[in-house]
């Protein structure tokens, strides 16, 4: 028994240390009439832990890569969404070309598996060089590309942002964006957690409107997550029935007049042209 139960766990180990496979995985997919993107195949996949996927799309340059479980019509929207992140008036010209520079300087993509742990994303990281790119999660499971304001929320709309604000706009304005202390976004943000904190308190002070409590966020993931919030809820994402309830315990400020009066620096940050930022929550829809 000893013996049989040895060699599970060993084979159990060989398979979560699988590498990516030494060529580019295959699908099938279809393109939509409608769609002003195009789904390609990954035989010219740039590494080999991209070979775990099977499609992918180019954004300006930026690549939206999935697996085979990721359904044609979530690697669209998650592309969609992407573009309007980074094109908001959808004029077909990207309104912050400093931010996409430095996206792409970073190999910033995105990367969508079926589901977390799954056997395609261990096998991505485990062949990943994150000297060359910057990839963000995205998956199956939070992906819905028909999302109306209902729960569950589409988290294409959180991870794509990640992706934006994290490899683009942190990088173009470091004294600004930028993920760590003395930044005006962090500033913004010690005031919202209620005080600076390196590490998760073991309760906020009261008062505090930002309330993350994930232990593996340091205080850059703490920033980014903060962005995110803020910028949603700016648009408008975070304003229908029962998402105060869902949100609360992290964040507080969820509709536009929130943002503004409970948290004005990051209100007057976020509403500053000089940068370009998002001012139209985006829908899947680009030039459509």
Request: charged share 20%; aromatic share 14%.
């Amino acid at each position: 028994m000893r013996l049989v139960v040895f060699f599970g766990v060993i084979l159990l180990l060989s398979f979560a240390c699988r590498k990516s496979p030494k060529s580019p995985a295959s699908c099938e997919f279809s393109n939509s009439y409608n769609d002003y993107f195009t789904i390609v195949d990954n035989n010219d996949s740039p590494a080999r832990a991209f070979n775990v996927f099977c499609k992918k799309v180019n954004v300006f340059g930026l690549v939206v890569y999935a697996t085979p479980g990721i359904t044609d019509a979530q690697l669209l929207h998650c592309a969609n969404v992407l573009a309007q992140y980074l094109d908001n008036d959808e004029n077909g010209a990207v309104d912050n070309p400093l931010v996409l520079d430095k996206m792409l300087e970073s190999g910033a993509c995105m990367t969508l598996f079926a589901k977390e742990r799954s056997a395609e994303q261990r096998r991505f990281f485990n062949s990943f060089n994150d000297n060359e790119f910057t990839a963000q999660d995205l998956y199956g499971t939070e992906t819905f590309p028909n999302w109306s304001f209902t729960s569950p929320f589409d988290a294409t709309l959180e991870e794509v942002l990640h992706l934006v604000t994290h490899t683009g706009y942190s990088k173009a304005y470091p004294n600004v964006f930028g993920e760590q202390q003395g930044t005006e976004i962090s500033n913004a943000m010690d005031i919202a957690r209620g005080g600076q904190f390196m590490s998760i308190p073991s309760s906020y002070p009261q008062g505090a409107w930002y309330s993350y409590d994930d232990n593996t966020c340091e205080y850059d993931c703490q920033v980014t997550e903060y962005f995110y919030w803020a910028l949603t809820s700016l648009l408008g994402a975070q304003d229908y029935p029962g998402r105060y309830q869902e949100i609360s315990h992290e964040w507080k400020a969820n509709t536009p007049v929130l943002v503004q009066t409970m948290d004005s620096l990051v209100y007057v940050l976020l509403t500053d042209s000089t940068y370009n930022l998002p001012t139209q929550l985006p829908d899947g829809s680009y030039q459509r």
